[in-house]
């Protein structure tokens, strides 16, 4: 039984942002992927969307400039046939404070001929905002 | 073939949420039911974790006293025997100042005999406090 093209890519990318190993990662993303990280792009300038493999491995670039992942813990994973979800619980450090950082991210995937071609994923954005900042946001009741 | 137990859980979900009735919702919710919506309790208190079906069901109530549903479009799906995974986009109202809030929520379901006994939600929960809000958070650009 082969592999499933969601951990050949996760691997890939853990070595890309930890050991900025990105040949193993180019060779996993297709040439026309579509990448979207959903989140404050004024805060973190490697959220938002990206369109083909040179964008994807730009931004995967900047998030290795940025973070350090010490964990990861797959608390949910399915898997079809060229495609996979999964909600990922990361502990992590921000490079630029020495901070930590933990947050989950849902992902969806799907992959063509074995590659990724298409990736979106949420995250809990207000948590991560609060935690990089290292303060709390004030904030209203509203129910 | 016998319908995904999560087109019947949506059904009755998206039923007690626009039309407060419940009796679906509850026929399709297991006793023991662990379900969490992850994002600030502190603005959102029907955010956070619920045990037991009693608890699912009063957060459901809570929900809808606060939005209701125009429109959704499911992005992704994937479909396991007794589990699920989904990014579904919606269109709501928030009914105390009548704004319209538009969220992505990724959500991981586990069924138990065809009833959910377990559901974890991801929001882009900090696009959601601004749009709440009406007016951006300023927030440094850390990249």
């Known amino acids: 039984m082969t592999e499933h093209s969601l951990w050949r890519f996760s691997r890939a990318l853990h070595r890309a942002l930890n050991e900025r190993q990105h040949d193993d990662l180019a060779a996993a993303i297709d040439d026309n992927v579509d990448w979207a990280i959903y989140g404050p792009i004024d805060m973190f300038p490697f959220f938002g969307a990206r369109h083909g493999k040179a964008a994807v491995l730009e931004v995967c670039r900047q998030i290795a400039d940025n973070i350090r992942i010490h964990r990861y ?4 994973v399915m898997l079809g046939v060229e495609s996979a979800a999964s909600m990922v619980r990361y502990s992590l450090t921000a ?10 991210i849902a992902l969806f995937a799907q992959f063509h001929n074995g590659r990724l071609s298409s990736m979106r994923m ?22």
Chains 1, 2 share one sequence.
Request: glycine content about 2%; overall charge negative; aromatic content about 2%.
């Open 95 to 104: 490079l630029d404070t020495n901070k930590p950082i933990s947050l989950r």
């Open 122 to 143: 949420l995250i809990d954005t207000f948590d991560l905002v609060e935690q990089t900042l290292g303060h709390p946001i004030p904030l209203p009741k509203i129910a």
């Open 73 to 76: 813990h797959r608390e949910a």
